[in-house]
């Protein structure tokens, strides 16, 4: 599976952005699609998941309210709308999808595929 995630700029505080981030090369979709960021000096922390056997979406408690997971099967694109930006959310956000969902579903580790990840700066 190849990701290619891209959205990601320079936003004031309060402001938006959506990012995607585009699967392709395997018949076999992946069931567990998320996305990760890592600020400078931080380990890279869990944002968001979509369960796609489902459409279950989860959330870092961080993002709740704020940021929502949403899908295009068509495009087999998964997409990270972010509200209500803050500086706190200055990071290098990344997409990563497993073939079968698993209940670690917040650690990076178990994560097969990755993009190569987009900058999001938030700051005025």
């Known amino acids: 599976v190849q990701l290619q995630a891209s959205g990601g700029g320079m936003v004031r505080p309060g402001g938006s952005l959506r990012l995607s981030c585009a699967a392709s090369g395997r018949t076999t979709i992946p069931r567990a699609i998320v996305w990760f960021r890592q600020a400078p000096g931080k380990e890279r922390e869990f944002v968001g998941a979509?369960?796609?056997?489902?459409?279950?979406?989860y959330y870092a408690d961080s993002v709740k309210g704020r940021f929502t997971i949403s899908r295009d099967n068509a495009k087999n694109t998964m997409y990270l709308q972010m509200n209500t930006l803050k500086p706190e959310d200055t990071a290098i956000y990344y997409c990563a999808a497993r073939i079968n969902w698993i209940v670690e579903y917040r650690t990076a580790r178990h994560y097969e595929y990755w993009g190569q990840g987009t900058q999001v700066t938030v700051s005025s």
């Open positions: 979509l369960r796609r056997d489902n459409g279950a979406t």
